[in-house]
């Protein structure tokens, strides 16, 4: 973009403005993708999480407020089932649950998203469904790996690596996170604590 400026661009005001933002918009792309790489590679480091009493009510709660002032059409919902606290670093738990509940917003556009918290055999379970067109075998197989973005994502912006923060965010608190999904079946992650 800097090189059709210096080539005369400059001198044209329409086309000059078009190329400006398009290139504040890519500047802030860039800026996403490398606080999510630094994310990344602080939940790499060998510092141990800052774990605390996380209270799950309060967590699930402003996921879904969060989410409904990105888009206030949609249904967003939480229930809790026994489950009242886990432990861990609230901001990794935070971000992994909201990298989750991001990605529901973005792949399944209109589908309500619904977040369900229950407590079994000592295990916290926080699922996040959707009900939108799901994934192919080979998306879900992938879908944590740095990097990795579906074939069906078209024109949705993403680093694809969203799904790899959680996972991590989630093993360094001693947990565990799954997908569940099929074409024109939904999705559903899971994070078990």
């Known amino acids: 973009y800097i090189d059709v400026l ?14 400006l933002g398009t290139m504040a918009l890519e500047k802030e792309h860039m800026r996403g993708l490398i606080d999510r790489l630094m994310r990344l590679t602080r939940l790499d480091a060998e510092s141990p999480p ?8 309060e967590l699930l709660r402003s996921q879904c407020d969060a ?9 967003v919902d939480y229930r809790v089932d026994g489950a009242t606290e886990i432990v861990g670093d609230r901001a990794e738990i935070g971000e992994a649950l909201w990298n989750v ?47 990795y973005r579906g074939d069906q ?28 999904s099929a074409p024109g079946r939904g999705t559903t992650v899971t994070i078990t604590i």
């Open 67 to 75: 989410a409904r002032r990105l888009d206030e059409q949609r249904v």
């Open 6 to 19: 210096r080539r005369g661009a400059v001198e044209e005001v329409r086309i000059a403005r078009q190329i």
């Open 50 to 57: 800052d774990a605390e009493t996380i209270d799950v009510v």
């Open 153 to 180: 994502r078209g024109e949705i912006a993403g680093s694809g690596l969203g799904l790899a923060i959680a996972k991590r965010a989630v093993e360094r608190a001693g947990g565990s996170i799954a997908i569940e």
């Open 101 to 147: 509940v991001e990605n529901a917003l973005k792949y399944a556009p209109e589908s309500p998203v619904h977040l369900a918290a229950s407590r079994t055999n000592g295990h916290t379970t926080i699922a996040v469904h959707d009900e939108g067109p799901g994934m192919s075998e080979p998306e879900r197989l992938h879908a944590f790996e740095r990097f």
